[in-house]
Structure formats: C-alpha cells, structure tokens
T-cell receptor, first 115, second 113 residues
Framework: NAGVTQTPKFQVLKTGQSMTLQCAQD?????MSWYRQDPGMGLRLIHY???????DQGEVPNGYNVSRSTTEDFPLRLLSAAPSQTSVYFC??????????????FGEGSRLTVL | DQQVKQNSPSLSVQEGRISILNCDYT??????FLWYKKYPAEGPTFLIS?????DKNEDGRFTVFLNKSAKHLSLHIVPSQPGDSAVYFC????????????FGKGNQVVVIP
C-alpha cells in the first residue's frame, strides 16, 4: 500500500525561486494537510483541506499556497522561497472530511533547504 | 504561543521498565488528545488517542491518562522495548470540526536493552 506519497524527498532552492511539493494519497481520504517541522519545534500546520475544492489556512500559512482539485492530490506551492522556509515538510491525510479523532497518516517528509 | 508543551526533551529507560511521557496544554477547548511516534527519516505514526470526556485509554502496552483539571496528559509504555526508541509527540485537536492539530516539541525516548 502506497499510503501518502511525497515528492521530492530532498530539494535545494535559491532565495526567490518557486517550487511545488507534491502530495498524493491512495486511501480515498477526504482530509489532507501540510505541516512543517523545524529543529526543536513540533509540527506546525500550514494549510489543510476537508475535501476537493475546499482549503483553509493553518497556523503558519504565509508564503505558501495550496489547492485541492482532486481527492488524491494536495500540492503545496512556495511562491518565492525564503531561507526561513528551510524545513522538513510533512503531508498527512485522514479518512474523515471533518477531523474527528486527529488520527493522521503521514508521508515520509520532504526536506527543503533554501539558500 | 505554544498550546501544547512537552518538557524533559529526552528520556532513557531500561528495557522492560515503564516509560512515562508528560504533556501539558493551555487551551481548555481541545477536544481530542493524541500521541504520535516518529522514527528518524520517517513521518510520524499515530499511537493512541483520548477524548476530552475520558480520563484513560489503553491499547496494549500503551496507556494515556488525561487530567483535565490540571490540563495534563501522560503516556505510559509498559513494558518498554528497544523498538520503542523514537521521538514521541503529544498533539491536540481544536478549531471548527477539530480540523487542526497542535503539536508539542516532542520527547526523545531511548530504551536500553
């Protein structure tokens, strides 16, 4: 079972470049989300979606865009990368459109370095 | 401002003994509390959860206790096994439809064989 797949696993960008982190899940989950993890900190919610066509902001949305055109995919776009966006990014999904118990299935992460 | 706090960032325990991880929170509106386990270079995996209306939930070797009046929860692992060596995150759900999770900074657990 593929579960939640993130690509790329590693990426180095220069300041000002744009890129998209891809996330796909094959579990027909309604809920998808993006988190970032920085050293010494817990995971922080960037954006989330409760279904195709519906997205909302999380705790740290600035500098990131998302869209949800299909149930399976939830890409995260960095419009103009900044060194402060150097982080490990995790995509996660959940079966329910409304997240009831908080049980998320996470991808393996994408490590992004912005120079 | 961190809503979910995990102090004592690391814990070492002998195999077979009990591991106790603690978590404090500030938001009394949290609805569910969860623990996630994370190995290096992998995503977190769900371990156990507890509803805010309960005070204990048990699943095999893992038990979570919730003390709402103290805004405190703990995870007990008995007996600890070497495969339990990982980082453990405490998390809580909040917001409309519980669509958001707030995570603590994590506790590193090392189980010594």
């Amino acid at each position: 079972n593929a579960g939640v797949t993130q690509t790329p696993k590693f990426q180095v960008l220069k300041t000002g470049q744009s890129m998209t982190l891809q996330c796909a899940q094959d579990m027909n989950h309604e809920y998808m989300s993006w988190y970032r993890q920085d050293p010494g900190m817990g995971l922080r919610l960037i954006h989330y979606s409760v279904g195709a066509g519906i997205t909302d902001q999380g705790e740290v949305p600035n500098g990131y865009n998302v869209s949800r055109s299909t149930t399976e995919d939830f890409p995260l776009r960095l419009l103009s990368a900044a060194p402060s966006q150097t982080s490990v990014y995790f995509c996660a999904s959940s079966r329910d459109g409304l997240l009831n118990t908080g049980e998320l299935f996470f991808g393996e992460g994408s490590r992004l370095t912005v120079l | 401002d961190q809503q979910v706090k995990q102090n004592s960032p690391s814990l070492s325990v002998q195999e077979g003994r009990i591991s106790i991880l603690n978590c404090d929170y500030t938001n009394s509106m949290f609805d569910y509390f969860l623990w996630y386990k994370k190995y290096p270079a992998e995503g977190p995996t769900f371990l156990i959860s507890i509803s805010s209306i309960k005070d204990k939930n048990e699943d095999g070797r893992f038990t979570v206790f919730l003390n709402k009046s103290a805004k405190h929860l703990s995870l007990h692992i008995v007996p600890s096994q070497p495969g339990d060596s990982a980082v453990y995150f405490c998390a809580a759900s909040y917001g409309a439809g519980n669509n958001r999770l707030a995570f603590g900074k994590g506790n590193q657990v090392v189980v010594i064989p």
